[in-house]
Structure formats: C-alpha cells, structure tokens
C-alpha cells in the first residue's frame, strides 16, 4: 500500500451518490444521474447539472439514473459517472490512483458486487473494496458494531431498504427490499394521478413527499399547492394537497419496509433480540427522515427506533472510517483486486 495512494469512501446511491475523503470529510454529494447525448452516446453532464435536465430535456438528450434499486442497471453510464465523481474529488492532474471504497446494498449477488469493482477499477481506482450497506451506516452513526451486542441497523434510501442485525463486525441477519424512496415517490404520484387526475413529474413526488408527506396521520395537517397536468383536459393545472392524504398514498410502500424490518427481528436469535429491544433501532438513509416514520416503526413492531445524526451522511461516513482503519474492519470488507 503506497504511502500517496489516495483514499477515497463512495456511498454509490439510487438518489445521490456522496464522496468522502479522510481528512477532508465530504467532498462531494451529488445526484446520481448522468445526461446522455442519444445521437453519439456521449455523456453530456452528470451530477447536478444532470439532474437539472430530469424530465426536461429535449428527444435527443436522456437523463439516465445508472444505478437501480441500489445496483448497476447501466454498466458503461456507471462507469463514466463513477470517473466524472472520481476526477472532480481529486482533481484532474493528480497522478495516484486513489483506492476506492464503495458501499453497497446488503442483499447484493457476487455477480452484481463483481460489476461495481470492475466499474470502479475502470473509472480509475487502484483498487477497489465493496463493503455492505448497513454495515458503513453503523459505522458511520457510530455504533461500536464490533462489541458482542446486536445493535439493528435500518437504512432507508432511494432505491433499497436494508435492515440487518450486526453483532461482534457482521451481520447476523438482513435482508434487502427494493422500496425506498423512489417506491414513496411513485405511490405519490399514483395517487395524485388518481385522485385528482393530476399527472405530476417524480421531482414534484419528491417535493410534496418532504414538504408534507408523514408515515402517520396529523391533527395539524401541512398543506401545499401542486402542479401538474390535467389528465382529461391536458392543460396545466394546480390543486390543494395535505399531509394525511399523503399518508394514505404512502401506506403500501411503508408496509412492505415494516415487513422487511418485521422478517430480520423474526430471524434475530433471542439474546440479541434482548440487545435491540434494550438499544431500538437506529435509522439511517435519506429517506428515514420522512416525518414519524420512527414513531410508526415502534407502533408496528413495539420495537423503539431512532435516527441517527445526520442520516444522509452515515454510509458516507462509514466508509471515511472503514478506509482510515482498514485493518481493524478486515473481516466485513469483501472483494478486493
């Protein structure tokens, strides 16, 4: 290991993906999108200036999302994305090649573990580690994950749920469903479809989602304007929205997360179930902060659970610290080339 290789942690998200560098922090938290130019194929912008083109760009110009439900769904977009994170957090001219952590879903196959190693090495890392989601989000919330005590991690994101009980640096039982955000946001515009006959785009399922959206009824509803397109008319239109509709609209997405965190606390041998009534659940991922999201989780499973600080930012973290002490975290760090 040369002492100038560069280090870099990369939370590689359905939504954004986040850069970390050990001494300098976060460096980098961007949407995961790339802009492509259909003619030629070529890559026209990524990251923020990507986004900004979603649902508004001419036929000759895509806004693709390369990473689906947490895993590579667009193996060469990826790969140019994972280059453009890479070059912008170390500058062009640098002459190391950095070695790259990336995180990754915990219910990830060898196959699909093998492709974000390969993406990264030929992005430009020297070498490249896959470490597992909820693993660098206890890490990152700080949870001391090596002491023989289960401590249940869930972490919420775009693409994955992923729920998992670590004890003594690995996970014990986990599982990985495919509703995160993304599945909220689609229910929402459903919804909206539905009720009002309002076609809304996936960024205003997203604004309503975090301007009002709640996991449980208010008395004190939030209310907000929302525009879209009137299905029958076809023109545009806006209409009144408040938050316990919402919730009605989020109620399939959020059952199928309960049950992910329901089926690893049946999977949870008995001493360490003992360990996460003691401790609750500990919440990580951009999307655990939709409002009382914990307070339904403890109304379902009478299991208590809290968010860590900073959510957004655990997994990112997590790998900062796993890449500072690579030694101490051998055992829970997989694929290596």
Do not use: W
């Not at 986040?18 to 976060?26: E, K, M, Q, Y």
């Not at 670590?166 to 929402?188: F, H, P, Q, R, Y």
């Amino acid at each position: 290991m040369s002492f100038f290789s560069p280090k870099l942690g990369i939370d590689l998200g359905t939504a954004n993906t986040l850069v970390f560098s050990p001494g300098r922090g976060i460096i980098l938290n961007e949407p995961s999108v790339v802009a492509v130019s259909e003619v030629d194929r070529k890559v026209l912008a990524v990251g923020n200036d990507a986004k900004e083109m979603v649902g508004r760009t001419p036929d000759t110009i895509v806004a693709y999302r390369p990473i689906k439900d947490g895993v590579i769904a667009d193996y060469r977009v990826t790969e140019a994305m994972l280059r453009y994170f890479i070059d912008k957090a170390l500058g062009r001219f640098t002459l190391f090649k950095p070695e790259v952590m990336v995180s990754v879903p915990a219910g990830i196959t060898s196959t699909e573990r093998r492709a974000v190693v390969e993406a990264a090495l030929r992005a430009g890392a020297r070498s490249a580690f896959v470490v597992k989601e909820p693993i660098l989000a206890a890490i990152g919330a700080g949870i001391p994950i090596h002491e023989p005590r289960g401590h249940m991690i869930t972490d919420i994101g775009g693409g994955t749920t992923d729920v998992a009980v670590i004890s003594l640096g690995g996970i014990v039982a986990s599982t990985s469903v495919k509703v995160a955000g993304d599945k909220m946001d689609a229910a929402i515009a459903d919804y909206v479809k539905k009720t009002f006959n309002l076609a809304i785009g996936d960024h205003m399922a997203e604004l309503i989602k975090i301007t009002i959206g709640s996991a449980i009824p208010l008395d004190q509803e939030l209310a907000m304007i929302v525009k879209g397109r009137d299905f029958i008319s076809g023109m545009p239109r806006s209409t009144e929205i408040k938050t316990n509709e919402i919730v009605k609209a989020l109620a399939t997405p959020l059952r199928d997360m309960i049950k992910s965190i329901k089926d690893v606390l049946q999977e949870t041998p008995p001493e360490l179930a003992a360990d996460i009534i003691d401790r609750g659940i500990t919440m990580t991922g951009g999307s655990s902060l939709l409002r009382n999201l914990p307070e339904l989780i403890f109304r379902r499973t009478g299991v208590k659970a809290q968010l860590a600080e900073e959510p957004l930012l655990c997994v990112v973290k997590g790998t900062g610290i796993a890449l500072e002490h690579l030694d101490v975290y051998k055992k829970t760090i997989i694929s290596k080339r």
